[in-house]
């Protein structure tokens, strides 16, 4: 690699790549694009990545960096992307990162990162923030709330304290600052009108709830375990269906490709007998309370019958399970299939089996969200 000194783009993503991160990437000084994410790279980034003053977009996400973020990617005046997340990460983020004038996404999101939040930072071009899952303390500088550029926050589950203030114009979309220890009254937040996703739960705010209708595009709010004086309404099932579905249907259709898609690769005529998903009345009944999982329990009502063709009623009477944990692929394969013999193709299938069958468990309690079933099919 060491001779491509003209390359511009690198993407090995989802290669499963493992060892050190290599800080031989940094002499390719041509490099606009690098994009090493979701890989298994282990080790610190290498201060000389900061070299790389081309680059546009740095992506090492969902791998497992540790150490901390060095400040010498400040160097990288032209980037816009930087995107750290999902990896083991800690120490502060550098307040050098003020020096990226071109930085438009920002994710440090799901590391142990601590230490407050720079202020610098609100001074960007931002336009999306997501530091979400740290252990990231301090006060939130009211300025983050006036940064008209910004459409996406997302400061959750940190030890956060403080306020926001917004004013107009306010593009926020997507505004979560759940799970810290804010409080006092969000000043101004009805001039983001913009809002489709807003979470505010778990902290210790005041006040008066904020009314539905001053945010006619807001498809999901979190308002709970604060101490705010009456109740949010005019959410319609339509609209909370509408965000329940842009959430599932990628997830459920990404896994019907996956499942077709190894039909057709061995045995394409397996198919042109039978359909193998069947209509048929959910075990589930309609006078108990719907939540988020019963939607849940649906997807993995699908997952199932996409995997073994039958519904997944008929499994529970022909298995002495209670989990699936212990059920090989031949017990529960299309019967009309070869049985894989590609160890990956077998690891992926039994991985969407064990997560399809945890969302049917009999307590909903037991099931799992739909945010780590993500994880789980995205690992």
């Known amino acids: 690699m060491a001779n491509l000194s003209k390359t511009q783009h690198t993407d090995l993503s989802y290669k499963n790549f493992t060892g050190i991160l290599p800080s031989q990437v940094s002499c390719f000084r041509n490099l606009v694009i690098v994009d090493l994410s979701r890989n298994q790279f282990t080790g610190t980034i290498h201060p000389s990545f900061g070299s790389m003053t081309n680059l546009t977009l740095l992506d090492l996400s969902t791998n497992q960096l540790n150490g901390s973020i060095p400040k010498e990617l400040s160097n990288m005046q032209k980037l816009e992307t930087l995107n750290l997340g999902d990896n083991k990460l800690d120490g502060p983020i550098p307040s050098s990162f003020g020096l990226l004038r071109n930085l438009k996404l920002l994710n440090l999101s799901m590391n142990n990162i601590n230490g407050p939040i720079p202020l610098e930072i609100a001074y960007l071009n931002l336009q999306k923030i997501d530091v979400n899952h740290n252990n990231l303390v301090g006060l ?183 989990t699936g944990q212990e059920t090989s692929l031949e017990d529960v394969l299309v019967p009309q299939l070869p049985h894989p013999s590609d160890k990956k193709i077998q690891l992926d299938i039994s991985r969407v089996y064990q997560v399809a069958w945890a969302c049917i468990l009999k307590d909903p309690k037991s099931r799992p969200t739909m945010r780590i079933v993500s994880q789980e099919l995205s690992r």
């Open 140 to 322: 939130i500088h009211p300025e983050f709330g006036m940064v008209s550029r910004l459409f996406y926050l997302d400061f959750s589950s940190n030890q956060l304290s403080g306020n926001v203030s917004f004013k107009k114009p306010c593009n926020f979309q997507h505004l979560d600052l759940s799970i810290n220890l804010m409080t006092g009254t969000i000043s101004g937040l009805s001039a983001c009108s913009y809002l489709e996703y807003l979470d505010i739960s778990s902290n210790d705010f005041v006040g008066e709830t904020l009314k539905v209708s001053d945010f006619p595009n807001l498809v999901f709010s979190n308002l709970s375990q604060n101490h705010l004086t009456g109740i949010v309404h005019g959410h319609s099932l339509r609209k909370k269906l509408t965000l329940y579905l842009s959430i599932f249907i990628p997830v459920i259709v990404g896994i019907c490709f996956f499942v077709l898609g190894y039909v057709c690769y061995y045995r394409p005529k397996a198919f042109t007998k039978k359909i193998l998903i069947e209509a048929k009345d959910h075990e589930l009944a309609y006078s108990m309370v719907v939540t988020e999982k019963c939607d849940v329990y649906s997807f993995g009502v699908v997952a199932l019958e996409i995997i073994v063709g039958k519904h997944p009623g008929e499994l529970l009477s022909s298995l002495n399970l209670s």
